[in-house]
């Protein structure tokens, strides 16, 4: 097995080298200047490669970049091969990315958020706070309620007298 530094460098010339050839040496046109690598994962033992990409379009676009990277598997192989100069040349996987729609998904739901919170925004526009504006007692506070409790027992008492 090789050290992970070995295939991460493998990885990384990979992704280069099939990104220099989709761009510039390959003529299918499915595989427009519409089409980004945008990562290559190598096994440990250097045989296989993973080629994450994403294609800029819809359905019908993506399916037609998945076919012309599949016919073209071979030729961008051999030149991965011709550059790398390893014993052996890493079959080549390609595999759309999840990224970009994930991305969306992600987007959406922080979209839903702000809407919700421009909602509870709105609600609480003209609202008062229910006991105040500072909702923690302070030792002034306890003094005057103090006050005010002997106060009035001071006037039940006098009160209870007379009625008697």
Known sequence: MADNARAKRLADLIREVVAQKLQRGIKDP????HVTITDTRVTGDLREATVFYTVYG???ERAAAAAGLESAKGVLRSEVGRAAGVKF???LTFVADALPDNARAIEDLLDRARASDAKVREASAGAEFAGGADPYRKPEDEDEE?????AEDAGQDKGGDASR
Not at 146 to 150: G, K, M, R, V, Y
């Open 89 to 91: 040349t890493p079959t």
């Open 146 to 150: 103090a006050a005010a409790e002997t």
């Open 30 to 33: 499915r595989l427009g200047s």
């Open 58 to 60: 819809d359905d019908e």
